[in-house]
């Protein structure tokens, strides 16, 4: 069993890329995005072993919406979380039990709400206005769990457009804000029996993980004095970073989980639920993509390589590196990893502007055309973010797996892109 936070060597995805293409799946691709299951579900039974029998995971659909992952996902006992009615429809496409749904739009209708408590989802309202619609929508025996998000401004993390946990946040409702609304809401209505935090997606640190659900417990602490009666679910969210370098050191769950323990207590008690909204962290390290070198050539004093993946795969690494890095390798056309000195050299993407560049002066063996280009560290937020700048087709996905390799999605083909835009 692989560890927590441990990326697939660069070794591994060399030798499993060699053998996709030696067995003709990339024969008639640009590109082709490989998922790691065996890894992915590791990670699910680390979390279940890790966290109280009684917790709930509902890994965020956002990361990876694929309905065969979200299966699988489900299959290995996780739940999933959702951020609209769409990821909540495909959680049902995937097989998932309503009651192991959590749903977390900040924008959530009227119909979304009506439909949510109709089909028993664990609904985490984000505001006020939000929990009245949901109680004047409530049937008196819904089986529908509903909790409250609460903001406690741990501050933001190192990445300013994932941070969701400052003054200014769009999400929740701020604990020192609100303390008395919240408490009258909690008053009102005694079916809300949850309270949910989520700090943010990378660039957070631990202390502020930790710090964030131990200001939500102090409150919940308060809160069920107040009202003599438990909040039994705790909401965690996600958040837990991985490393995307093996100069980083990845934050390990057990770690997270001791900390807890030892600070937060509480919400580990047998009569309080724990859920979990992981997404990067359980993916990011189980994907790789591959482009083709379509052309090479030299532009000024830069060397470029022209590949079929750029921002309409990479759209934060693309416009935003920095925050975003990946690792990359390249391989021959015949699969074998590229061998000799290394030059500085810009992969670029297929788009039509100039910004369209995965990396810049980026030191690997001399590409050619005709090369393959392995961009690792890509299984989360990376199909999610597709975009349709350009109008390009979604690369086939495939599954590996020690028990086989299989086809997740297929290409999508330029028909399936004429009727999306018809
Ligand atoms: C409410 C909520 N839960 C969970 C997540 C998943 O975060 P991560 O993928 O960093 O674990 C996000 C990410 O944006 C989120 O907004």
Redesign the pocket.
Known sequence: MSQWGERLSAEKIAYRTARLIADGHLENERALFVHDLDLMIDRVHMMQQAFPENALHGI?V??NPLVSILTALIDAGAGL?C?SIEEVELSLAAGCEPEKIIF?SPAKTHDEIQYALELGLYL?VDNFDELERVAKLRKHDSRARVGF?VNPEVGSGSIAI?S?ANAWSK?GVSLSQYEEELLAAFLRHAWLDGL?V?I???GCNLQQLVEGVSRVDIFRQKLQTQLGRKILHVDI?????TVYRDTRQPLMLDEYVKQLRDQVPAIFSPDTRILT???????AQCGWAVSRVEYCKVAGQSHLAVLHLGADAFMRPVYNPNDWPHEYLVLNPDGSLKQGATQAVNLVGPLCFGGDILAKDVMLPKIDEGDWVIVRDCG??TLSLWSRHCSRALPKVLAWSDTGVSVLKHAEGVQRVVDFWR
Request: proline share 3%.
């Open positions: 965020a956002k990361a979380e951020a977390d985490n998000r994932t969701v999400f949910h989520h943010g997606s990378q969210g996600g958040g837990l970073p909204e992981f997404g990067r962290s359980v993916h989360a937020y």
